[in-house]
């Protein structure tokens, strides 16, 4: 199993800062580069999506006057070698942080969520191969009245054709 080098830490988390700065302006091409072939996202409600569901919500949210107040901020990133013995995957554990402002100018905290990670190095950079979701707890859902909503599934679908068209 190889070891974590400084340069592949930093890049890998150079990885979480783009995407999630992609995702807050919404930023389609940019979470869609951030994948490997085949990557997937489990959320915290066990459902699998490829990247074109977080490129949906990104879209969606960016358009929205609350969540284009979203921020994701990424806080504690733990990159380990693949628990596979995999040379060019390596395993990340993370937090993060969603804050949003609803009622101005009071900003709170929306989400706190972990992520459990596959990254994978495709094409001299490196990649999500899987990523899996949760929430620090359940009952940190939806429960603004006014809080967008992340989009259904055939808005993901239709954004993954027209970028295939």
């Known amino acids: 199993m190889s070891e974590v080098s400084v340069e592949d830490r930093v890049l890998i988390r150079e990885l979480y800062d783009t995407f999630y700065f992609a995702l807050n302006d ?31 919500t990104g879209l969606k949210w960016a358009a929205d006057p609350v969540g284009s107040t979203y921020q994701h901020h990424v806080t504690n990133v733990v990159v ?15 937090y993060f942080l969603v804050t949003g402002v609803w009622e101005p100018p009071h900003v709170i905290v929306r989400w706190s969520c972990e992520a459990n990670d596959i990254v994978q190095f495709v094409d001299g950079r490196w990649v999500f191969s899987e990523r899996s979701i949760t929430l620090n707890h359940d009952a ?18 239709a954004l993954s054709e027209a970028r295939a068209a």
């Open 80 to 94: 380990k070698p693949d628990p596979d013995g995999r040379e060019d995957f390596r395993a990340v554990r993370m």
């Open 140 to 157: 940190t859902g939806t429960h603004w009245d006014n809080e967008p909503p992340h989009p259904d599934r055939s808005e993901a679908v």
């Open 26 to 56: 919404g930023d389609p091409d940019t979470i869609f580069a951030s994948f490997a072939p085949g990557g997937i996202i489990t959320r915290y409600d066990g459902e699998a999506d490829g990247p074109e569901f977080g490129a949906a």
